[in-house]
């Protein structure tokens, strides 16, 4: 976009830039370049930088703060380059947040396209808008702009902001600045109410008072009485802000608005609980599902007493919002579905049990906060594990400064190890040591019970990430690091690569299913527990990427399926353009979070998407998987 091409002209000149080289530049008005700069030198103390001006020379960028510039020329970079698909929806948003109406010049000024082309979108954008309750006024002569109720308009402009719309984001933080000191407000007054709040419910809020102050400040509105109940907590908080508002950015708010906000504060704050009282039946039952899951797992969720104490608060917390109906909306659970497909599957299966037994269904984004509760213990017996190594051995060709650099890159992994460096020579001596864990560069004819990893002579930072992958691992090769693909790599197989035809989702997957469990990699019922997580969460993801698995990962063999279809088509709405089928052992997990972040890059990489859907073969599939990242991007 036209901000970041004009800040790197800034960056790039050492001299004051007159506004005729913008204007001949870009080919627009003189207006347009002044707006552009004073939008620059209005947001300008806050990213790290300042714009001078020279009568009869022009504007000069003084750069304040290395590291915030950085940033902010990153987020104009990152933010504003889209795809045309994309197009529709950053047109509504830059509707949505203009006063009046908007000439088609203006938004082809704005997005540097063509006005022929603007017309042509306008249509998708239009259809955009109403999925939103928003509709689009057009007058001659004047332009475009939004009708709407203000609850409706707010709505977009909060979902929109939370997904980090850099339009939305970028004009509302323009108003409400630094919002630090009105979040610390709202924190202060709930606990002198006794409420208590969590950070989704936190954010949800925020923001939205953010988007009240920025609508206030577009339309002016005129100061409405509103009769409080003192006698009621919300109400009172409800006050507190309206006032702190209103005084702190010089805007006045409706009835309407007062009332939305009460709703709102209704939904996301809640009386604190001092001393939960747990039901046997709840305790016993969640102890009861972790005890099975550790068994199936090899997992240690039911020894985590914090983790236990936490999950109890919350399911508690859960269970009773749900009899009332509520739920919360999770920013992070589909990312989470999709990258910790493992842990999301136990959530999904502890919700089940909720359900089962409280009477109480669980949303999507609900599930999504229980598995960061079981994503979190599991992070912490990641830790544990690297720590459970006390006396590490390295197996070096000579006791140079070589050996020295790898046992001190080694010690760096663990800190409270001891770790002693032998020359190829000294394999008594090492057995001596009585080590829990070796590293060696060369071949060893020990016939010992105890890890052996076999390293490169010279480690640098990303075999010192994979080191520790490696030993989260219940399971793995260990020559792994000595050789240029990753873990999961070798799960791929000619045998399970077809392009196919087919229409419908559910019965291609189920050939998928039924062929790995008939040629002995998925375990007798792996299709009926592959068929039955679809029923929970579809597994067609973004951008026509599906990964199907079983709701427990238990496989006989290590096998990922590939199926792409010769021509995409659409389950529930969503495009199906190629599936991979996941067929892992239990002791896999930290295998699958590396393979399924894999595929999550891919679906948000145009790119190689584009190209890995039209390959013809399974060496040709495996070559763009190996540049899209292989080793290099672990």
Known sequence: MRLYTMMSDFKEKENYLPIEFFMQKYGVSKRTIQNDISYLMRISPRNGFQIHIKRGQGYLLEVTNEELFKDFVESLNDGL???????PAHILAYLAVRKGFVSMEQIADFFQISKTLVKTEMNDV????????L??????????????????????????????NVIIQTVINDVVKDFTFIEEELINQLNRETLNINYNELLNVTEYLKVMVFIADLHQEKTESFQYDDTDALQRVTSFLIHLLEKHYHVNFNIATIQELLILLQKNVRKKIGNISFTDYLGNDIDLFLESTDQ???????????????????????????HNKISYKNPLANELSITNPMIFNIAIQFCDMLNEKYGVEATFDEIGFIATHFGAHMEKEKQQKLQSYNRIGVVCSSGGGSAYMIKMQIASLFPTAIVNTFSFLQQKELLQYHPDLIFTVMPLSLDVNIPIIYIKELLDDRDLYRIKQLLQCDDYDPYTLIHENPVYYSYFSKEFFKISKGNDYHQVITEMAKELEDKGYGKKGYTQLVLERETYVS??????????HPLETDAIQNMISVRIMQKPFFHNTKEVKIIFMICLRKDQIEVYKMLTRKLYQLMKDQKYLERIVNVKSFEEMMAVIKEMGGVNHE
């Open 296 to 322: 199936i797992y090899n997992t240690a969720f039911r020894l985590d007493k914090d983790f236990k104490k936490l999950l109890e608060i919350h399911v508690s917390l859960l269970v009773d919002r749900l």
């Open 126 to 133: 239009d259809i955009l808008a109403k999925s939103y309750h």
């Open 539 to 548: 597994t067609v993801y973004m951008n026509g990427v599906c990964i199907p």
């Open 81 to 87: 380059s889209m795809n045309t698909k994309e197009r």
């Open 135 to 164: 509709l689009l006024e057009r007058k001659s002569h004047y332009g475009i702009r939004i009708m709407s109720e203000d609850k409706y308009l707010k709505k977009y402009l909060v979902d929109e902001y939370l997904n980090q």
